[in-house]
């Protein structure tokens, strides 16, 4: 089953385990918790021991709870969790920022493992904290309970850093074969790549087993390094022969599976140096195919037959045929971000291949236009001749995205006068404004380009934020002006109000991610506003301002949008006055929302002494309790988690005493039993 199928099939998969649901939710609040707080804080004390009463509960009879990581689900088994639903959502994409492919607990396992395996999720990667797959062996806990696997390489108990180079291939060859066939590790040494073809073939429904297999996948190509090189042959072989015994629709589905374009992109031109012709040729159609771009059977003929020429005895032919489709598979590859796959470009590709001889002794296809315009800039800058063709050449290679290599080419021949031209055109902003007007950004190149063109870069960059048409290109440039600090807030001002709600929410996301938090926009209007995404990217910049955070926190508890007020009650201890503790009380806690915020809702008053607290919490119970038959189940769990907070907060409190005993008499056998614990 497609990738894509699995996504878009909804609840028509298997719904989770309760249990294994109200687990997760207690991991996204110890997560959430140890983010919030010190090492030590009072309220981080009951966390892993509800994290561990929860686990206990999803365990049930069986030995060991084994939970897959996906951008936005979990797996266990064949049940998926609900993509839509908003804490865990956003759990799954935390943890899975993390490189976190799946998460095994094992009977046995003790609340201190919990706690330091919340701990380590806490530090949120999108904010540059380092990924917990990234971490090196000595600062990975061994836990006995929990095993965390990671696609990371790095993290992997493989080769040392220092060994040669065929250690370090095979050893990822082997995580693969891993990966391929469930962590059997019997064999792996001795696996042919028809064999791991097979296993995945096998599994192909299964996207955890696809996802740890795409994410080796890239790491093993650069790994490799060039095709030339003869200390990783046997590997090369063995993963060339598996990718073209997957056949095509798994090969598509693995590479879909694995990542965005920009990710096929890496792995394409990895492969182009790594794998042989046969290998390459495979990946190249299971890219197109995956983007939903299949190329023509046209141009897959031509590619075919060029690399054919590659199979005679003479060795200059085979090292010109080699050369030409390598070079024309990456001159492909930039107009794979196109709707229509026949632009300039691919054509040219086209043009070039067929006018090649039969016997490939004619001279290689001529370069593509953006490498044409990339030499014309290389020229004009060596003979420091710079004319309105230069220039033609440097708009060519920027609307490529070839920024890069436009700074590669000025820093190779900086000592020469003809660079200055050039790099005094890319300080002016009508040139960062081209630059940065592609599909296509490289993050380090457009730092270095607004380092160097200073603030009057910040408009034309604003203005690529706003227009830019890819989440990619918008990421890069909101980092990039997050970097520059306090200097963006004018330009912020500047284009708030704004009748657009996506520019509205980019704009206070830049602006909470701005260390300088003095400004003259007034979040709270925002927290207002009609779309709940504006509302949810104002609610940080108003509740980090100690005047703003008591109206923010009243506002957004009272949102109809769940999510935001879920923000609310992870962010109580901004202003925990008695305005919003009663607001948690009255629009979360006794309100008529889901069960999943009300007992969030519930959980955020742990440690609150308030008499209000206790008798809110007291009729909570006493609703659950009494509730009707179908509406029993999640009175029950509202009920328990009620009691949870009363009953260690108010231990000689005849009326929460009095509950207590209800619960344990009550007709829910699970409540019943979680009763008699407490």
Not at 39 to 45: M, N, R, T, Y
Not at 224 to 247: H, I, K, N, Q
Not at 430 to 445: F, G, K
Request: hydrophobic fraction near 45%; glycine fraction near 6%.
């Amino acid at each position: 089953m497609m990738s894509s199928e699995i996504a878009d099939r909804g609840t028509e998969t298997e719904a989770m385990r309760a249990p294994v649901v109200e687990l997760l939710l207690e991991v996204s609040i110890g997560v959430h918790r140890h983010a919030m707080y010190p090492a030590g804080h009072p309220s981080l004390k009951p966390v892993a021991a509800e994290t561990l009463q929860r686990l206990t509960r999803a365990l049930g009879e069986g030995d060991s709870l084994r939970l897959g990581v996906l951008r936005d689900r979990f797996i266990e088994g064949d049940a998926h969790s609900d993509p839509r639903h908003p804490i865990l959502s956003e759990l799954a994409a935390r943890i899975h920022d993390h490189e976190v492919a799946s998460i095994e607990f094992r009977r046995g396992v003790s609340a201190a493992e919990l706690r330091d395996l919340l701990r380590l999720l806490a530090p949120e990667v999108e904010r540059g904290a380092p990924p917990l797959g990234t971490l090196p062996a000595d600062r990975r806990p061994n836990w006995p309970h929990i095993t965390v696997d990671v696609l990371h390489y790095d993290a992997l108990v493989l080769a040392q850093s220092g060994a040669p180079e065929d250690a370090r291939t095979a050893d990822l060859w082997r995580a693969l074969v891993r990966s391929a066939s469930s962590g059997a590790s019997t064999g792996e040494g001795h696996a042919t790549g028809a064999s791991v073809a097979a296993a995945v073939r096998e599994r192909a429904d299964d996207p955890l087993q696809m996802s740890l297999v795409a994410g080796y996948l890239g790491p093993l190509l650069e790994a490799l390094g060039p095709e030339s090189d003869d200390a990783s042959e046997g590997v090369r072989e063995e993963l060339a022969g598996f990718l073209v015994a997957l056949g095509p629709e798994a090969r598509a589905d693995l590479l879909r599976t694995g990542g965005d374009a920009a990710w096929r992109m890496d792995l394409i031109r990895a492969a182009s140096r790594s794998l042989d012709l046969e290998g390459l040729l495979s990946l190249v159609d299971a890219a197109a195919a995956a983007s939903g771009q299949p190329i023509s059977n046209s141009m897959t003929r031509l590619l075919t037959k060029m690399a054919s020429h590659g199979a005679g005895d003479d060795p200059a032919s085979r090292r010109r045929a080699d050369a030409s489709v390598r070079e024309n598979v990456l001159s492909l590859l930039r107009d794979w971000t196109l709707a229509d796959p026949n632009p300039d470009a691919y054509t040219g590709v086209l043009d070039a291949l067929s006018r090649t001889d039969g016997d490939a002794r004619g001279t290689l296809p001529p370069p593509s236009e953006v490498e044409v315009a990339l030499r014309l800039v290389t020229l004009s800058v060596e003979v420091d001749q710079w004319t309105h063709r230069s220039e033609a050449a440097l708009r060519s290679a920027l609307d490529a995205g070839r920024l890069t290599d436009v700074y590669r080419i000025l820093d190779g021949l900086a000592e020469l006068p003809g660079a200055r031209p050039p790099r005094e055109a890319l300080r002016t902003p009508v040139w960062v404004r081209r630059a940065v007007a592609c599909e296509a950004l490289d993050e380090a190149a457009v730092a270095r380009l607004a380092l160097e063109a200073g603030p009057k870069a910040i408009p034309a960059l604003m203005d690529g934020l706003i227009a830019g048409r890819t989440r990619d290109v918008r990421r890069v440039l909101f980092d990039t002006l997050a970097h520059l600090g306090g200097a963006v807030i004018p330009e912020i001002e500047a284009r708030l109000p704004t009748p657009h709600w996506f520019v509205a929410r980019n704009l206070l996301n830049l602006l909470a991610a701005l260390p300088d938090r003095s400004q003259r926009i007034d979040p709270l209007r925002y927290l207002q506003h009609d779309d709940r995404r504006v509302r949810r990217a104002a609610f940080p910049v108003a509740v980090r301002d100690p005047e703003r955070a008591e109206r923010a926190l009243l506002l957004a508890l009272g949102d109809r949008d769940e999510r935001l007020a879920q923000l609310a009650l992870l962010h109580l201890d901004r202003a925990a006055t008695d305005d919003v503790l009663r607001a948690v009380v009255s629009r979360v806690v006794l309100a008529g929302r889901s069960a999943e915020l009300r007992i969030l809702g519930v959980r955020s008053l742990r440690g609150r002494p308030e008499p209000l607290v206790r008798d809110a919490l007291a009729e909570l119970v006493t609703r659950g309790l009494n509730a009707p038959a179908e509406h029993a189940r999640a009175g029950g769990a509202l009920a328990l988690a009620g009691l949870q907070v009363l009953v260690p907060q108010w231990p000689g409190d005849d009326r929460v005493a009095a509950l207590l005993e209800s619960a344990r008499r009550a007709a829910d056998p699970m409540l019943r039993c979680a009763a008699e614990a407490l």
